[in-house]
């Protein structure tokens, strides 16, 4: 199989940003990515940096915020 390996400053430099998540197993990474400015997790890194970002989460993933 290929890979395709996109860096921080990449993904940034997108004019916009689409994050999606879905089940339970990603509510807690998702509350941490929104609401913590001191987060590390790749997703929260991206999203802060981003110029615009749509986040789309069901209804599990987006159950902690």
């Given at each position: 199989?290929r890979r395709l390996t996109l ?59």
């Amino acid at each position: 199989p290929r890979r395709l390996t996109l860096t921080l400053p990449m993904l940034t430099s997108a004019g916009r940003l689409i994050v999606m998540a879905l089940g339970k197993s990603k509510a807690a990474v998702m509350q941490e990515a929104v609401e913590r400015a001191d987060s590390s997790l790749p997703v929260s890194l991206v999203l802060q940096r981003s110029r615009q970002a749509l986040i789309l989460l069901d209804e599990d993933a987006g159950a902690w915020l």
